[in-house]
């Protein structure tokens, strides 16, 4: 059974930073992808990056490029999500989700989701 569980959620200033973290178990697979998708109250689940286990493809929503970063530690079965410049607008429950194999990265898509994390921005 595939598991993802999100950490590092919380509340902080806008222009303030926060890492998210992604464990992964189960997954056997070594051709996959792990995307970060979010959902803020009265609005659909968006994608806000992706990174690709077998070309280490990333990529990232307009809204966030430039301020968050995605990486993945395959030795730690983990992925983060470093955000940046946080604005209130960023405010949503932060999903972790997998798919494999590699694909296409909407919500429809993707295989495997955590529960999420709540980031809350003050302005």
């Known amino acids: 059974e595939v598991q993802l569980v999100e950490s590092g959620g919380g509340l902080v200033q806008a222009g303030g930073s926060l890492r998210l973290s992604c464990v992964i178990s189960?997954?056997?697979?070594?051709?996959?992808?792990i995307g970060w998708f979010r959902q803020a109250p009265g609005k659909e689940r968006e994608g806000v990056s992706c990174?690709?286990?077998?070309?280490?493809?990333?990529y990232y929503a307009d809204s966030v490029k430039g301020r968050f970063t995605i990486s993945s530690d395959i030795a730690k079965n983990a992925a983060y999500l470093q955000m940046n410049s946080l604005k209130s607008e960023d405010t949503a429950v932060y999903y972790c989700?997998?798919?494999?194999?590699?694909?296409?990265?909407?919500?429809?898509?993707?295989?495997?989701w955590g529960k999420g994390t709540l980031v809350t921005v003050s302005s």
């Open positions: 189960g997954l056997t697979s070594d051709d996959y992808a």
């Open positions: 989700a997998a798919r494999s194999p590699v694909g296409s990265w909407t919500v429809g898509a993707m295989n495997y």
């Open positions: 990174i690709s286990s077998s070309d280490g493809a990333i």
